[in-house]
T-cell receptor, first 107, second 114 residues
Framework: DAKTTQPPSMDCAEGRAANLPCNHS???????VYWYRQIHSQGPQYIIH???NNETNEMASLIITEDRKSSTLILPHATLRDTAVYYC????????FGAGTRLTVKP | EPEVTQTPSHQVTQMGQEVILRCVPI?????FYWYRQILGQKVEFLVS????????KSEIFDDQFSVERPDGSNFTLKIRSTKLEDSAMYFC????????????FGPGTRLTVL
């Protein structure tokens, strides 16, 4: 599975959009981009995934660049409960978690 | 909404003892996984399981570890002789298609080895 690079931490103001970037320059054609988050020590929670098209669900939007070498997870209106570690994972089969981005939403 | 459940939520054991961590995956799922997370570190893949056999395992999953699906609902992780360094959160996950599908995680079992 391709390696991903994420900033270690980010802050966001409550109510504003949170944009979390991820670089995956070695991604191959059949690898999907997955985003999970982990709130405190809870189990990782699925957010969204995509292959090459942009995706949106009730939690977030995923923007994947045309060359698929990077992506951005967008939480449109961040709340305090969105404070978590966000993981970008590129995978075909089993998942390998990196260190993720620790997002802190501030009032 | 269906969810993965795990028991116990916290297990304390003495070094050298055997422990069994239990998971009930989502009922129509066919693929099962164990991960662990040592305090302050990243989530690490241990093993995947399908059709009553191990599909893939990491270098962490040595002979001290075993997995089993003893009946139609439970999925267990056994550690035969626990070591201090086995202290961690253990997460179970399940999915219904291994390629391009979503793994749903349980809340975890915190294992403390004394």
């Amino acid at each position: 599975d391709a390696k991903t690079t994420q900033p270690p931490s980010m802050d966001c103001a409550e109510g504003r959009a949170a944009n979390l970037p991820c670089n995956h320059s070695t991604i191959s054609g059949n690898e999907y981009v997955y985003w999970y988050r982990q709130i405190h020590s809870q189990g990782p929670q699925y957010i969204i995934h995509g292959l090459k098209n942009n995706e949106t669900n009730e939690m977030a939007s995923l923007i994947i660049t045309e060359d698929r070498k990077s992506s951005t997870l967008i939480l449109p209106h961040a709340t305090l409960r969105d404070t978590a570690v966000y993981y970008c994972i590129v995978r075909v089969n089993d998942m390998r978690f990196g260190a993720g981005t620790r997002l802190t939403v501030k009032p | 909404e269906p969810e993965v459940t795990q028991t116990p939520s916290h297990q304390v054991t003495q070094m050298g003892q055997e422990v069994i961590l239990r998971c009930v995956p989502i009922s129509n799922h066919l693929y099962f996984y164990w991960y662990r997370q040592i305090l302050g570190q990243k989530v690490e893949f241990l093993v995947s399981f399908y059709n009553n056999e191990i599909s893939e395992k990491s270098e962490i999953f040595d002979d001290q570890f075993s997995v089993e699906r003893p009946d139609g609902s439970n999925f267990t992780l056994k550690i035969r002789s626990t070591k201090l360094e086995d202290s961690a959160m253990y997460f179970c996950a399940s999915s219904d298609v291994v390629v391009v599908d979503t793994q749903y995680f349980g809340p975890g079992t915190r294992l403390t080895v004394l």
